[in-house]
């Protein structure tokens, strides 16, 4: 291997950028595909990747890479933490993190290329390795295709990935069927009366309403979802009122919902707007609150004979034990736009990032969630090695299974 995975990783890391601000990274990346040999395109999706690996006759297959951070303060303590910071969508100066791995995985499909390409003789057809903006948002892979990725590239016979994730390094999470949630950002704009705080009589207030809206949504799950399904419904943000003896014009609630069907996703949207009218008139609101849809991202459900194909493919290379089914994941991708788009089967799967001793121990004792750090957290640092080799031979198996 020519690349230096670590140096690679752990400069990623140092500089991590927000969604579409990938300037630096896409840049890195263009460079080293460039000098690895590839057909490199830029600016795909304001800030996309695409390397076209072409060797011979035979399948076509895509190799995807998300590259944006987060906009959270580290607190590992590294050598190499960022102490980067960024402008966030709403304009605000915030710290930024990969609190998500995606330098991992970045560095992994660098390393994968560079595999491929270093053992050409071994395999026959085209790889497209597509280094992606914006998965944080759930919309950079939609902004590739929206952008022409099918036709900078080659349309795929499958599209392959995979996310870091909190398992023991060295495990592989593979699940065929819905595999990640779909999620909807959700926004609840509620409308009050405001008035002084010494005569709460001659208002309405939204500070109350909000409360009381955000203890209905409790009982959605729990009381509208069958036990068979799964769902999920945060209520994430709260944001009213400037002064304390004021009361506020309006209130306005974030909420996350997640959830693997169509029907789940329409009964939880549903219910959303049902409690919040209702509880506005109970309240005697002079307007029902706006309901709106930020981001959505799709559920990922993995093709199962293509994720067959590609299970046997790992237990072949790395052995049946180190390939588990990790459940479902309530977790969102929008790499599923990536698949749908070329109308092709979608596998993607986890690996596992952590001391293994460590999980061992966390796991006996109970502590996982709060020993093991998880992804989006201040906190979260994959162990390097193996977890950079392990990501790289994955996506080489796993693509030479569906090359010639």
């Given amino acids: 291997m020519t690349l230096d995975l670590e140096a690679i990783y752990t400069d990623l890391h140092r500089h991590p950028e927000l969604s579409y601000a990938e300037h ?3 840049g890195l990346v263009a460079d080293h595909l460039t000098a690895l ?34 906009p959270v303060q580290e607190e590992t303590g590294l050598p190499y933490a960022s102490t980067a910071r960024g402008t966030d969508p709403d304009g605000n100066d915030v710290p930024v993190m990969h609190a998500c791995g995606h330098d991992v995985h970045v560095t992994c499909l660098l390393g994968a290329v560079d595999a491929l390409v270093a053992d050409r003789g071994s395999w026959s057809g085209t790889v ?4 992606q903006p914006a998965e944080e948002l759930g919309t950079g892979a939609q902004a590739m295709v929206d952008d022409g990725l099918y036709e900078h590239a080659p349309r795929p016979d499958v599209v392959l990935g995979q996310h870091v994730s909190p398992l023991p ?10 595999a990640f949630a779909g999620a909807d950002a959700v926004r609840v704009q509620i409308v009050g009366r405001g008035g002084h705080g010494s005569r709460p009589e001659t208002t309405v207030d939204p500070v109350v309403l909000a409360a009381s809206i955000i203890m209905r949504l409790q009982t959605v799950v729990a009381r509208e979802i069958a036990a068979t399904d799964t769902a999920v419904l945060t209520v994430g943000t709260v944001h009213a ?3 304390e003896n004021i009361i506020p014009d309006e209130a306005t609630l974030g909420l996350s919902v997640r959830s693997y069907t169509p029907e789940v996703r329409e009964r939880l949207l549903g219910a959303i707007r049902r409690i919040t009218a209702g509880e506005a008139a109970a309240a005697g609101a002079p307007a029902a609150p706006e309901v709106t849809i930020g ?3 799709p559920a990922l459900v ?23 089914d990790p459940g479902l994941v309530t977790g969102s991708e929008d790499v599923p736009a990536l698949a ?41 640092a994959p162990q390097l090695h193996p977890t950079l080799e392990h990501g790289v031979e994955a996506l080489v198996v796993a693509a030479k299974e569906w090359l010639g």
């Fill in 24 to 26: 630096r990274t896409a």
């Fill in 37 to 70: 040999g590839l057909d490199v395109r830029t600016g795909v999706g304001r800030t996309g990747v695409v390397g076209i690996l072409a060797n011979g006759e035979g399948p076509t297959v895509l190799l995807r890479a998300d590259m944006d951070a987060l």
């Fill in 128 to 131: 497209v390795a597509v280094f």
């Fill in 169 to 178: 390094a060295g495990v592989l999470g593979l699940r065929s069927g819905p």
């Fill in 241 to 243: 009122g400037t002064k």
């Fill in 295 to 297: 981001y959505s991202f």
């Fill in 302 to 324: 993995n093709e199962p004979s293509a994720t067959d194909r590609t299970r046997a493919a790992f237990h072949a290379a790395f052995g049946a034990p180190t390939v588990t």
């Fill in 340 to 380: 749908t788009a070329a109308g092709v089967p979608l596998v993607y799967w986890l690996l596992g990032s952590q001391d293994p001793q460590r999980f061992a121990a966390a796991l006996a004792a109970g502590t996982l969630d709060s020993d093991i750090p998880s992804n989006h957290s201040p906190h979260f």
